[in-house]
């Protein structure tokens, strides 16, 4: 097995002469060969089970890869064999988009955290579902769907419905993406009025799929860290409304307060890693106790050990997920918190 112990004075070094989403690609290039024998019993990571059932789905463990890590799906068996008890891929789009113009991937070092502005780069919504057909994995995959960049946002729900129509087969959940700082006016959607005419009829598309396939597939919606309390307020009403199956909080913010005058805090875009975690974990709470623990919360943002993922599920969380911590840290997180949590 790998010594994963070796991450922070071997691996990243390396990684980190690249910027960061050179390094980043590598790492998925390498993972698709590495997920394949006889590399993958070299490079796998056992973790203790822990087995849990949330949203009528069962987990082998709590702790997942958050949303943006594996766009495309190309890399789901090697992440799996680093241990994870769930795997979120996408955001995936209706059609290939380029993304926003690079440099758009940054590190803070001295926080340990990320500015990325990506804008939802991905090969389309078609590749993603052959990529799904083809892997291994065993464990929960969840698709994370949104809508082109060219897609007005009037027309925004037109996306949703052709990405959940398309990854309904090969999907454990489902999670609707609206809170991406990235993409103009997408977080808008997050709005009560707007939050309903998008969700409605994703709950119809839901109900006649599960009648058709025989298979429920859970609806789960990310949330922005940057909303009012009352914005948050209205929107948990909403979820409570629509019998939404899951609420994960958060993504990443447009908040630079922790991070003033260090290394890229200029950069436009979404920040993630350590500075996230406080605010990330008291929109957590506040969710929770909104929706009164009646709906089932991933918690996610700055976890980077088994602490902090305690953290999250005392605030209200059934599941964690982590993407910073990964790229900082290594897979050794990822055993640290299943096996201590
Ligand atoms: C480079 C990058 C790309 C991301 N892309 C997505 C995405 O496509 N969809 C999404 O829901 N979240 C995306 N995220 C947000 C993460 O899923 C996660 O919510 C956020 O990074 C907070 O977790 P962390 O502090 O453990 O990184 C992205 C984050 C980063 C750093």
Not at 50 to 76: C, T
Not at 196 to 218: F, H, M
Request: hydrophobic share 40%.
């Amino acid at each position: 097995m790998f010594p994963y112990f070796l991450y922070r004075s071997l691996v990243r070094p390396l990684l980190f002469m690249f910027n960061a989403e050179n390094a980043h690609d590598s790492v998925i290039r390498l993972g698709r060969v590495l997920s394949k024998e006889p590399f993958k019993t070299i490079f796998s990571q056992k973790v203790i089970e822990s087995p849990l059932e949330v949203m009528g789905l069962k987990f082998k463990n709590p702790v997942g890869l958050a949303a943006g890590m594996d766009k495309d799906a190309e890399a789901v068996d090697f992440f799996g064999a680093l241990g994870f008890g769930f795997i979120e891929v996408g955001t995936v789009t209706p059609r290939p988009q380029d993304g926003n113009p690079k440099p758009r991937m940054f590190r803070v070092y001295e926080a340990e955290g990320i500015i990325n502005r990506m804008g939802f780069n991905n090969k389309g919504v078609d590749n993603l579902v052959r990529n799904l057909k083809n892997c291994k994995y065993d464990g929960v995959i969840g698709v994370s769907i949104g809508k082109n960049e060219d897609t007005p946002i009037e027309h925004a729900v037109d996306d949703y419905l052709e990405c959940m129509e398309k990854v309904y087969p090969v999907a454990d959940y489902i999670a609707v993406n609206v809170s991406c700082p990235n993409t103009p006016d997408l977080t808008d959607l997050q709005q009560a009025d707007a939050f309903t005419a998008l969700i409605s009829p994703l709950k119809e598309c839901q109900k006649r799929l599960a009648e058709d396939t025989g298979n429920y597939v859970p609806l789960v919606v990310k949330i922005s860290p940057d909303l009012f309390d009352n914005e948050l307020r209205s929107l948990c009403g909403v979820c409570l409304e629509q019998k939404i199956d899951g609420i994960t909080c958060t993504n990443t913010t447009v908040s630079r307060d922790v991070i003033d005058g260090m290394t890229h805090a200029n950069e436009w875009g979404g920040l993630s890693g350590q500075p996230l975690f406080h605010k990330s974990t008291r929109v957590l709470k506040l969710v929770s106790d909104m929706v009164d623990n009646s709906i089932p919360i991933i918690g996610v943002g700055g976890i980077s050990n088994a602490v902090q993922a305690r953290e999250k599920i005392d605030a209200g969380a059934s599941l964690v997920q982590i993407f910073s911590s990964l790229i900082f840290d290594g897979p050794k997180v990822i055993k640290d918190i299943a096996n201590n949590i």
